[in-house]
């Protein structure tokens, strides 16, 4: 171990600090992984590491020229530039599909990761810990309530076919139960043949397990000819 002990105790924190940073940056990383982002372990790993070399740069990169008169060192002015230039990268895990926009959370975890190496570079190594259990917490734990929120707007449309009058919306109260209530959208039209409507009902916030039984209600109802799922 004789290179080991030729390593001055600040190199040896510095590794340290590179460590820790690659540690951090996987544990966000791995949660990116598990969905095949683009983004993954691997990127956000190297994001951690690369932020916190350049924060040790920054502080200690030029301590051979302090004593040079009139020469003034500011740390922050390297963190600063890693705040706003890691945003290439995070504009290359964005993707528009359709009308859809994905990769945001991808793209803000990289730039949370940035902000971690720059804190283990600097060597808030609790505040850096507790940052990354906190990123964690908001990406895995989070989620669910997240979707659940969504589900709250999400619409679903039904177009039926049933005889006149048979799908009022008493029928639909007593087929659908408590359901009924998130109906935000009731259409009824003459059909193409003489003694059949056509109805359209939207509606919001059913869970995606709710809405295969749903269909299977409506189309149970005395009168109901055939049920069909708009979009």
């Known amino acids: 171990m004789t290179w080991l002990n030729a390593i001055s105790p600040l190199d040896r924190q510095m590794i340290l600090r590179l460590i820790v940073a690659a540690v951090l940056g996987s544990i966000i ?3 990116r992984e598990k969905l095949s982002w683009a983004a993954g372990l691997r990127t956000h790993m190297l994001v951690c590491v690369g ?19 009139h020469v003034i060192l500011d740390p922050s002015r390297i963190a600063a530039q890693v705040v706003s230039g ?10 528009l599909r359709g009308e859809i926009v994905r ?17 283990v570079g600097s060597g808030l190594y609790v505040e850096s810990v507790a940052a990354t ?11 669910p309530l997240e979707e659940r929120l969504q589900q709250r707007h999400l619409t679903h449309e039904f177009v039926i076919e049933a005889d006149n009058g048979e799908l009022s919306i008493g029928a ?5 139960g408590y359901r009924a209530r998130r109906i935000v ?20 916030g059913l869970a ?23 979009g």
């Open 86 to 95: 890691i945003g290439f990268l995070g504009a290359g895990s964005i993707l």
């Open 208 to 230: 995606p397990r709710d809405v295969d039984e749903i269909e299977r209600e409506l189309a149970q109802i005395n009168g109901v000819k055939r049920v069909e799922r708009a």
């Open 172 to 176: 639909l109260e007593t087929a659908l």
């Open 133 to 143: 259990a906190l990123i964690l917490i908001i990406l895995a734990g989070i989620k």
């Open 29 to 31: 990383g791995a949660d």
């Open 185 to 204: 959208k009731y259409i009824a039209k003459a059909g193409d043949t003489e003694g059949v409507e056509n109805v359209s009902i939207t509606i919001r």
């Open 51 to 69: 932020a916190c070399l350049l924060m040790i740069v920054s502080a200690f990169g030029f301590a051979d020229i302090l004593g040079t008169p």
């Open 103 to 119: 990769g945001l959370t991808t793209a803000a975890s990289l730039w949370a990761v940035a902000a971690i190496g720059l804190a």
